[in-house]
Structure formats: structure tokens, C-alpha cells
């Protein structure tokens, strides 16, 4: 391979790269779902709740059933410099011995059960059951919500890109429109009436531009904020994909 296709061998393989790289940085609908039911604050404090809840009611039911505890203590003391004796008579014959060595043990086994509150355990069951679905009933909410607004600022960054092409396409318009007038102001055919309403046209025709890419960063913070991404990584969304088969069966 001479040097000359090594080089464009190489500039391929860089572009390649960065257009890769730059393809990472989008972002689908169905991608920035998952992320956000992954990665949101607020479903993983609601789905911590969930947890907590089945936590309690594993406990209330536990308070049915009769509680047993054990309990043991052990304790030896020795004293070496002990002297009293103690004498013992056996078969005629008198023994004395000095116990220095002295062995203690207490042992107790409670056990309690209720057998009647007035249902008080049985309710506190079923009310915790109902929280339970509570927490459940709020956590897709949330999630549903979330995915909600995901949607719309998807579509709203979708339409206004259009709307930026569109605008684009318009001040290059006005700009041609704007070049012209004023080679025909110069030649004498056109007023200076005339030339300053297609300059105005063309800086409100870029005013148009700079607004609506505003609005498109301002509707990517947003998607950032609910997706939890803190940090200044490229963000950008891939749009969505339709073809001839999709839009007849709709």
C-alpha cells in the first residue's frame, strides 16, 4: 500500500470514529424511557417506600404468631486464698476439703402470645396491604408521568427542528432577497423604503433562528433534568424513524 493510500485509508477510519461518536450522543424515544425509569430520583424513592411497606407488613404478620425466648447465664469464681474448710464423715472417717472453686448457672425460657386484641393485628394487616397498593399505584404513576413528559418534549424538540429548517430556509431567502435589493437600490430601482423593509425581513428571519434554537436547548434541559443526566456530555435525540409500511397502517 503506498503512502498516499495509507493516508486515505486512514482519514476514513477517523471519520468513521467521529461519525460514531457523535451518533452515541443520540438519544431514541424508547432509549430515553428506560434511562429515566432506570435513573429518575423520584420512582427510586417510591420504589424505597414499596420496599419499606412489604417490610412492615412481613412484620405485622409476624405479631400473630406466639414469640419464645431463651436466656442463659454462666459464671465460675475462684479463691485461691479461700480458707474455710468443710468437713465430711464417711465410713467412720473424717475428710476436710476447701473449696475454692465455685461454679454458677441461671437459665430462663419466656414465651408470650396474644389471644385476643380485638383484631387490632388483623386490621393492621389489611391496612398496611392497602399502603402497599397505595405505594404501588403511586410509583406507576410516577413512572407514567414521567414517560408522559419524556414524550412531549421529544415531539416538541422534533417539531422544532423542523421548524429551525424552515427558518433557516427562510433567511437564506431573505438574505438573496436582501443581496438583490440592494444591487437594484444601487442601480436606482428599488427605494431606500424598500431596502430597509428586506433588511428588517432578514434580520427578522435570523431572530427567527436564534429563538427557536433557544427553545430547542431549552426543551433538551428539560429531557436532561427528567433523565437525571447532571453532567455536560452531548445530548441530542435521534428522532423517529417512519417508513411507507408504518404510515399505512396508521
Known amino acids: 500500500m503506498s503512502y498516499k493510500n495509507y493516508l486515505m485509508y486512514a482519514a ?12 452515541s450522543t443520540r438519544w431514541s424515544l424508547q432509549e430515553c424511557i428506560d434511562y ?8 427510586k424513592q417510591n420504589k424505597i417506600t ?3 411497606g412489604a417490610a412492615d407488613l412481613l412484620q405485622k404478620k409476624a405479631e400473630l404468631f406466639p414469640s419464645l425466648s431463651f436466656s442463659t447465664t454462666q459464671a ?3 479463691r485461691p486464698l479461700q480458707k474455710s474448710e468443710t468437713s465430711i464423715v464417711a465410713n467412720g ?8 472453686l465455685t461454679e454458677n448457672g441461671n437459665y430462663g425460657l419466656n414465651a408470650s402470645w396474644t389471644v385476643w386484641d380485638g383484631g387490632a393485628n388483623r386490621k393492621n394487616i389489611k391496612a398496611q396491604k392497602l399502603q402497599n397498593q397505595i405505594s404501588a399505584l403511586a410509583t406507576q404513576t410516577t413512572a407514567n408521568s414521567i414517560q408522559e413528559q419524556i414524550a412531549q418534549l421529544y415531539v416538541q424538540i422534533l417539531y422544532s427542528k423542523d421548524a429551525l429548517d424552515v427558518n433557516k430556509a427562510m433567511e437564506e431567502t431573505a438574505k438573496s432577497q436582501f443581496g438583490r435589493g440592494k444591487e437594484m437600490f444601487e442601480q436606482g430601482q428599488i427605494s431606500k423604503a424598500d431596502l430597509a423593509q428586506l433588511e428588517a425581513q432578514a434580520a427578522s428571519a435570523q431572530y427567527d433562528c436564534v429563538a427557536t434554537q433557544t427553545q430547542i436547548d431549552n426543551y433538551k434541559r428539560q429531557l436532561k433534568e427528567l433523565l437525571e443526566i447532571t453532567d455536560d456530555r ?3 435525540i435521534s428522532g423517529i424513524g417512519t417508513n411507507d409500511e408504518a404510515t399505512m397502517q396508521l
Not at 472417717?93 to 475454692?100: L, Q, Y
Request: with cysteine; aromatic share 8%.
Open 76 to 78: 465460675i469464681d475462684y
Open 50 to 52: 414499596e420496599e419499606q
Open 93 to 100: 472417717i473424717a475428710n476436710s476439703s476447701s473449696n475454692k
Open 234 to 236: 452531548k445530548f441530542d
Open 12 to 23: 476514513c477510519v477517523f471519520q468513521a470514529l467521529a461519525v460514531a461518536g457523535q451518533d
Open 36 to 43: 429515566a425509569i432506570a435513573h429518575n430520583i423520584q420512582l
